[in-house]
């Protein structure tokens, strides 16, 4: 979409509308604008830009009212070329550390922490991607007796998450066969993406040579291994995870039984979300969407800001969802330091 060129004016204007709109949830008028952000020109002269402005399609008057507000053009024009990037504050960086590294060294709490701790630094409700579990490495794996029969192998992947399957054989196992075939599973495929192992392991183990009391349990691995490693991954490839939605239902956009029907539907659809975010885990940097820009009904009253982290080899989303009302450039900084600290944290 080409946006509108913009006089020098113009561009002031609309950053103090927008600035306005986005502390006040109120339209902007002409006086309130003059009084409060000194551009240098009278309340008539701002009127006059305001209204070419809103011939541009930047904004719009609501209702009767004689302010004004920016649309999702508008909040486009201003988070590319307009908007003042200072970094996350001190304090607020400290208090995403803190956070996040707190509770524990588990993947999936870190990063649940992280989208909490963001929602709640921004007023906006976190959402965070987890990384695709099949392009996961596996760094270790261990098999651990349950009963004469029944194993629990425990996949140690990159950054920290473990898997675990039960691994049923025929027969009682001896402790050295258990110690042998753990220690070939171990030389065979370690150091490989689940989804390698998922579609090679029976052919990676043909050619061992195991004790006739290993050769039992290690043919479970080569006649069954890709179903084995496929229940690994089941239910947690690229988990949504959410802050609290009650952040978003305190502001003024959600004041009506619609737009909350509408932010409820949104934080209850992890499948949606899932596919909305999906696609952004591939994109380096920040990646902003604004209302309509969605193409999407259940969007067009959102803007979601997420940034990409890395876990190993594998890559995740963090940022967040709020109204297209919202302190863009506090919430742009927010987001890229928190995906940069992820990041730190998993590698």
Known sequence: MALPELSERERRVLEAVIQSYVETAQPAGSNAIARRFGLGVSSATIRNTMS??????????PHTS???????????????SL????????????????????????????????????????QELGIALGPRLDASILERLDLVRLSSDRLLLALTLAGGA???????AKGEIADAAIAEVTRLLNERIGGLTLRQIRT?????????????????????????GDQL???????????????????????????????????????????????????????????????????????????????????GAVTGVIGVIGPTRMPYDKVISLVTHTSRLLTDLLD
């Open 52 to 61: 070419d402005l809103e011939e541009k399609g930047l904004l719009y008057h």
């Open 66 to 80: 004689a302010g004004r507000v920016p649309t999702d053009v508008a909040y486009r024009v201003y988070v590319n």
């Open 83 to 122: 908007i003042p990037l200072p970094s996350a504050t001190l304090r607020d960086r400290e208090q995403l550390s803190a956070h996040i590294a707190s509770g524990g060294s588990a993947v999936d709490g870190i990063i649940r922490r992280a989208a909490q701790s963001l929602g709640v630094i921004t």
């Open 162 to 168: 473990v898997r675990t399957i039960f691994v049923e």
């Open 200 to 224: 090679s392991v029976g052919e990676r183990l043909r050619d061992s040579d195991p004790t006739r009391d290993a050769a039992e349990l290690l043919n479970v691995f080569i006649e069954e």
């Open 229 to 311: 490693f496929d229940s690994a991954m089941q239910g947690s490839d690229e988990t949504v995870l959410l802050g609290k939605p009650s952040l978003l239902a305190d502001q003024p956009e959600f004041a009506s039984v619609d737009s909350m029907r509408k932010l409820v539907a949104l934080t209850e659809t992890s499948e949606h979300l899932a596919d909305l975010l999906r696609s952004r885990s591939e994109t380096p940097g920040i990646t902003i969407t604004i209302g309509n820009e969605h193409q999407d009904p259940k969007l067009e009253n959102f803007t979601i800001v997420t940034a990409q982290y890395r876990s």
